[in-house]
């Protein structure tokens, strides 16, 4: 078995992820069909929310695949700061925009959600709130990211921003869960059967999960093949104008 | 074929239309890049290879 | 460390060095908003809290980029660099000398803008307390902020972008402590949040800072 750091070899990563891509974005692409279909078509109302209940399955995956496409910026900070392979720098700066955009639509479809059924666009809800923040720091970070040319020295300082952001983040999430009491109902998915969504609404809601994270997975694969072609672009010219 | 969505047709129909737009236009958006960038690093590989 | 220190006040104070500006932009935000809201008293004292806590915060904002961008520009960062002083020690003095010029005149000048907002009586102290010890918090993330973009020419907005989302937590239990206050209710809770933050940011972010500084003087 190769060890994981080989595919911190640029080269590797792009041979590997050539070669993922395609199985990657058609099943993606058949875990978003078939659960947005079950999900829109196959799926009864809810006896309080009626059709709109349908959004959970774009809503709660969205929502899901903004925080985890977070973390995974944390993760490859991280690497980034402790073993300097520079895919991982790269694929940070890579799922910035797919996160941001997640974020954007858990907005957008909770704000079109939230109309009919809290009578409001949009509350100060702690959760709602904290989205924002959260979609102000995805902001803050990529602004970061091309606001800098030095590439080595971008991704140093936004990978310590990534962990200073994620501490703050938190805090954030805390802080505004004591200013204000939320409309927002808990979570949608729990270890506690009790608190579940009901199992006519839970499986199509899995398999749309599934797309979404696979769909995630494919573009942070492209995009970070993009910026190592990006990044190998700018040396060469570089190298070019020195001669 | 089209399920009955009720009174609140509109809200769940512009959400998905929302969503799904924004996931082509990011998917667009990256996939055209990598497209560009492939394109240019082969031009400038190459012309960095013909001039020695 | 008390040299620096002592310098940095000498040129936060001198004419030109930005000291009083910050000041007079407090002035104006607590000015125009009962311009911009009416000038209601009820209304006005409800909001008073909120908008010394925005308006100390914004002015905290606006001298951010002074911390670091002249060392930078006259090279005496680099210096500092070489020196035995720890990057560390240097961001913690460069944060203490913001507040002491920015954040301490805020908190004595907010009790003041109190009253032309009409900020009831029993709120002045809770408002003087939770500024007194989120201030500094403001000034340590600033510094981070201001360390991350000092290499860059047109960091202003920028730095902005980047501070205010982590403003977030100090601002909530900060304005908390001040809006509890004016109604006459307890403190106590979030007065402790805040000062926990405080204390944290105090503690941990000048590494951070440092860390930041190491890799812009690269």
């Not at chain 1, 704000?111 to 803050?140: E, N």
Request: aromatic residues 10%; hydrophobic residues 55%; glycine residues 8%.
């Amino acid at each position: 078995m190769a060890s994981i750091w080989e595919y911190a070899n640029p080269k590797k990563f792009i041979e590997t992820t050539d070669r993922l891509l395609p199985w990657l974005s058609v099943t993606a692409l058949l875990c978003l069909v078939v659960g947005l279909v079950w999900g829109f078509f196959f799926t009864p109302d809810d006896y309080k929310q009626g059709s709109t209940v349908k959004i959970i399955y774009l809503h709660v995956p969205a929502a899901l695949m903004a925080i985890n496409a977070w973390m995974m910026m944390l993760v490859a900070s991280l690497i980034w700061i402790v073993r300097r392979h520079h895919v991982s720098a790269l694929a940070a700066r890579a799922a910035a925009p797919v996160g941001a955009m997640m974020t954007v639509i858990a907005l957008a479809t909770g704000a079109i959600w939230g109309q009919p059924m809290w009578g409001t666009w949009w509350a100060w809800d702690p959760r709602l709130t904290s989205f924002l923040i959260l979609f102000l720091f995805y902001l803050g970070y990529m602004a970061l990211w091309s606001a800098i040319e030095n590439d080595d020295t971008a991704a140093d300082l936004t990978s310590v921003l990534c962990i200073v952001g994620s501490v703050f983040a938190v805090l954030s999430r805390y802080a505004v869960n004591f200013w204000n009491q939320g409309l927002h109902q808990g979570a949608s998915l729990s270890l506690d059967k009790e608190e579940n969504v009901a199992d006519v609404f839970y499986h199509p809601l899995l398999v749309s999960i599934a797309g979404f994270v696979l769909l995630f997975v494919a573009l942070v694969f492209l995009r970070t093949q993009t910026e190592i072609r990006a990044r190998r672009m700018r040396a060469l010219i570089a190298r070019e104008r020195l001669q | 074929m089209m399920p009955d969505l009720g009174k609140y047709a509109q809200a769940v129909l512009s959400s998905y239309a929302v969503s799904i737009a924004l996931l082509v236009v990011l998917v667009a958006m990256s996939v055209w890049r990598a497209r560009k960038t492939r394109r240019e690093l082969t031009d400038i590989e190459q012309r960095v290879r013909r001039d020695g | 460390m008390i040299a620096l220190l002592i310098r940095d006040l000498k040129l936060g104070t001198r004419a030109g060095g930005g000291f009083g500006l910050g000041l007079s932009f407090f002035l104006i935000v607590v000015v125009l908003v009962p311009f911009g809201v009416g000038p209601e008293m009820g209304q006005l004292s409800a909001i008073a809290p909120g908008i010394l806590w925005v308006g100390a915060l914004l002015a905290c904002l606006l001298s951010l980029d002074r911390i670091f961008a002249l060392d930078w520009e006259d090279g005496s960062l680099d210096l500092l660099a070489t020196s035995p002083l720890p990057m560390e020690g240097v961001a913690s003095v460069k944060a203490l000398a913001h507040w002491l010029t920015t954040g301490l005149p805020l908190v004595l000048a907010a009790p003041v803008l109190g009253v032309l907002l009409n900020l009831p009586q029993a709120g002045i102290w809770p408002l003087i307390w939770s500024l007194g010890l989120g201030t500094p918090a403001l000034s340590v993330i600033g510094t981070f902020g201001a360390a991350l973009t000092v290499g860059l020419k047109r960091g202003g907005l920028l730095l902005s972008l980047l501070v205010l989302p982590l403003y977030v937590p100090t601002l909530i239990f900060g304005a908390e402590v001040a809006r509890r206050g004016a109604m006459g209710m307890e403190i106590a809770t979030p007065l402790l949040m805040l000062a926990g933050i405080t204390c944290g940011t105090i503690a941990l972010l000048p590494f951070a800072s440092a860390a930041v500084l190491r890799v812009n003087l690269r």
